[in-house]
């Protein structure tokens, strides 16, 4: 579909003109058109910090521009002053944390606030809001038990329950085309889950516009009709996904092109001949069967199976978040008791988790003090933290992990999803850790994160830090690592060497997995 055909047959649903945001010393929104047409997807991408979470909020009332003007669809001046006035406009966003009540059902969720609707003579009707529920849930393809709480729900389920109920409040407020805007919806789901979502807004496109913001850019190619892309709080350009590439949206992302050798091959070190850890016979119960392996100084061993295939509960044993039934890790030769997050940080095991923002960084403390947070006794002086020493200790490893802060005193909410990933890092390597355990690291930030990312991965290599790593793609753990170690079932069933220039192809590590 070309972007030509697209703005002759559709209508506008949206239009932006000059949106215009500054924040003290940043200008987040400089003079940014955008318009979103009825029936497409539109895909948002840029670096984390281009403006894309703005641009957003201020579409949905959360955030006022400074300039510009926004357009309903039939061209008339609207103030979305808060997201009440926006959903009445059938605009609505469904977040990466979503925004359900974990505690209440999916009925209670899919009408909250607007139960009066279903009240006749001041009874509430329980069997008319049955009813609907079902007949809203049927909208998106859904079948499930309406009082069913939203905690016992899988994040796919939930995801689509709050897209039902976007749909639902359009409807109710005779919204002919509403607007979702969908943020990382694909994060937390499984390709099965992705392939169904993707599917269902295909659905919904007919009715309505959908803007899907990923830093996964094959899935903005494959399932969008127009992509704009966003720097520095710009449009830089929009295209017809027919017609884009992935290097060339990256190009124009970041503004330069990638190196063929993205994951830095050439520069992946060979490994101390010394054994940083060791797992032998290791084992748990309904997880994965006994196994062993050991992973040596500088050496990044990549676990690669399957959601289930046991790869993930191997990684929990050796941070000591779980404790295993059988076996043994030492580092260094030393064994470790297991089930003992603490005692695993003592001995230098680091934990990059999967969640950044709710395990991995104090996301209401500064920079500063996330950096400095395993290190505070050797900051003492005289018995007091040295705040010279904090701050010294910070800069240090701003610097060596490039996080993009203007202060060391910035909290770390207010970073965008890289330099929060940087900042976790940061925080282990200011600790003098042995062993790193990376669970998805490039997960939800950008391309230009990720070089970054990719770049201290390698440097921490060459540092003699040992790495256990589980990645969000077969390509980056095939690129990244030096060994492979593939899970299925609960068992480990090959190890495959992973040397520059002679890495494997996906389609070789593929056939184990499955």
Not at 161 to 169: G, H, K, Q, S, T
Not at 335 to 352: E, M
Request: some cysteine.
């Amino acid at each position: 579909m070309s972007i030509a055909n697209n703005k002759a047959t559709r209508e506008p649903a949206l239009t932006l003109r000059q949106i215009t945001k500054i924040y003290p010393g940043v200008v987040a929104l400089d003079h940014v058109d955008l318009t979103v047409y009825a029936q497409e997807v539109l895909g948002l991408v840029g670096e984390n910090g281009a403006g894309k979470s703005t641009l957003m909020k201020i579409m949905i009332g959360l955030v006022h521009p400074d300039q510009g003007t926004i357009a309903s669809a039939t061209g008339e001046p609207i103030a979305l002053t808060n997201p009440a006035t926006a959903i009445r406009y059938g605009i609505g966003m469904v977040f990466q944390e979503g925004s359900l009540v974990p505690n209440l059902s999916i009925m209670e969720n899919l009408f909250l606030c607007h139960e009066a609707i279903f009240q006749k003579f001041g009874v509430l009707s329980k069997r008319a809001m049955r009813e609907e529920a079902l007949r809203v849930l049927n909208q998106v393809k859904i079948q499930a038990d309406v009082d069913t709480p939203v905690d016992e729900l899988s994040a796919a389920m939930r995801q689509m329950v709050e897209i039902a109920r976007l749909l639902w409040l359009s409807q109710l407020y005779h919204q002919k085309n509403p607007i979702l805007i969908l943020d990382e919806p694909t994060t937390v789901l499984n390709d099965r889950e992705r392939d169904t979502l993707f599917a269902i807004l295909q659905d919904i496109k007919q009715r309505a516009s959908v803007v899907l913001i990923s830093h996964r850019l094959q899935e903005i190619v494959e399932n969008s009709d127009r992509i704009v892309v966003m720097k520095d709080g710009k449009n830089v350009t929009e295209m017809s996904a027919a017609n884009a590439s992935i290097s060339e949206i990256e190009q124009l992302m970041v503004g330069h092109a990638f190196s063929a050798d993205r994951y830095l091959e050439e520069e992946q070190s060979a490994p101390v001949p010394e054994d940083i850890l060791t797992v032998q016979n290791l084992s748990k119960k309904g997880a994965f069967e006994p196994l062993s392996f050991t992973v040596k100084k500088g050496e990044i061993v990549s676990l690669v199976g399957l959601v289930g295939s046991g790869k993930e509960d191997v990684c929990k044993c050796i941070n000591g978040l779980i404790k295993a039934d059988t076996g043994r890790i030492s580092l260094e030769g030393q064994p470790l008791p297991g089930g003992s997050p603490g005692y695993a940080v003592k001995a230098g095991i680091g934990h990059v988790p999967i969640d950044r923002r709710e395990e991995g960084l104090a996301a209401a403390m500064s920079v500063s003090d996330n950096v400095n947070l395993l290190v505070l006794k050797q900051l003492k002086h005289a018995g007091l933290i040295s705040p010279s020493q904090e701050k010294r200790n910070a800069l240090h490893w701003i610097e060596e992990c490039r996080i993009k802060t203007p202060s060391v005193n910035t909290l770390c909410a207010n970073l965008s999803g890289g330099n929060q990933q940087k900042t976790v890092m940061a925080k282990w390597l200011s600790s003098q850790v042995r062993l790193l355990v990376l669970d998805h690291p490039t997960r939800g930030v950008d391309v230009g994160a990720k070089e970054e990312i990719y770049k201290l991965i390698r440097q921490l290599a060459k540092n003699g830090i040992g790495m256990v790593i589980m990645c969000d793609t077969l390509e980056e753990d095939i690129g990244l690592s030096n060994r492979m170690l593939i899970m299925k079932d609960g068992r480990l069933v090959k190890e495959i060497a992973c040397p520059p220039n002679q890495k494997p192809t996906p389609g070789a590590i593929i056939e184990y997995i499955v």
